[in-house]
């Protein structure tokens, strides 16, 4: 079971940057194709899709609403996935999610990943 923890949520203003890390835990080192990465929930709406990215960085997926703006990244030495995100806008708020599947990206485009975090808040005023 793979366990994760976000950090870096925070209130900026429009135009902003912020950049949001998770750590993995547990057992990370069972899947070689273990991807990770990003979603958020807006106060009355579904959670959604960010992005992913692969166990070797090579396949980055984003969702169109942050393309251009958002990057995902990741250090498997460390267990860790970042997501910088650059140009923030006021509907770019919400509870940012991190996830993780061992089966590789799929599940997380599909929305069923098999590990969550808690999630970190970030707010963008405008």
């Known amino acids: 079971q793979v366990q994760l923890v976000e950090s870096g949520g925070w209130s900026v203003q429009a135009g902003g940057s912020l950049r949001l890390s998770c750590r993995a835990s547990?057992?990370?080192?069972?899947?070689?194709?273990?991807?990770m990465g990003w979603f958020r929930q807006a106060p009355g709406k579904e959670r959604e899709f960010v992005a992913a990215i692969s166990w070797s960085g090579s396949y980055t997926y984003y969702a169109d609403s942050v393309k251009g703006r958002f990057t995902i990244s990741r250090d498997n030495g460390k267990n860790t996935v970042a997501l910088q995100m650059n140009a923030l806008k006021p509907e770019d708020t919400a509870v940012y999610y991190c996830?993780?599947?061992?089966?590789?990206?799929?599940?997380?485009?599909?929305?069923?990943?098999?590990?969550w975090g808690q999630g970190t808040q970030v707010t963008v005023s405008s």
């Open positions: 547990g057992r990370t080192s069972s899947s070689a194709d273990m991807a």
């Open positions: 996830a993780a599947d061992q089966d590789g990206t799929r599940a997380l485009r599909d929305g069923v990943p098999r590990a």
